[in-house]
């Protein structure tokens, strides 16, 4: 049985040091990825090379309910600077891994809903 205490305040998945991959249609075409960080109400992350995306960086704030907040600058394969603002809503899947929804409006104006999903840390070259 759940307590009353504990349907109140959902368990929040926590992004500390968890890496996301964009959820696409054609996965063979690469998709970009990249890993979150969180500092007690401070979150940022990095993104990484895949599909159109050169780099990106995110930071923002953790909300009380659990949803981040957050401003973007992202770096296209084209040389496109592409910013705007999000609120990112964090939750698990059946699998118990993190998906995240991004509600995002870019700084054209345009708006919409990008996911990515949990996976396994990369292996990087040094």
Do not use: K
């Amino acid at each position: 049985m759940v307590s009353a205490a504990a349907s109140e305040h959902p368990v929040v998945p926590d992004v500390d040091g968890v890496w996301f991959r964009l959820v696409v249609d054609d996965p063979a075409g690469g998709a970009p990825y990249g890993q979150y960080h969180r500092d007690n109400d401070l979150v940022w992350a990095e993104f990484y090379a895949g599909g159109t995306l050169r780099s990106g960086r995110l930071v923002g704030h953790l909300q009380d309910d659990g949803s981040i907040r957050a401003a973007y600058c992202l770096l296209t394969a084209a040389g496109e600077v592409v910013s705007g603002e999000c609120v990112s809503v964090p939750e698990f899947d059946a699998r118990g891994n993190i998906r995240i929804a991004d509600h995002f409006r870019r700084s054209d104006g345009s708006s919409g809903v990008t996911y990515i999903e949990q996976i396994p840390a990369p292996v990087r070259e040094a």
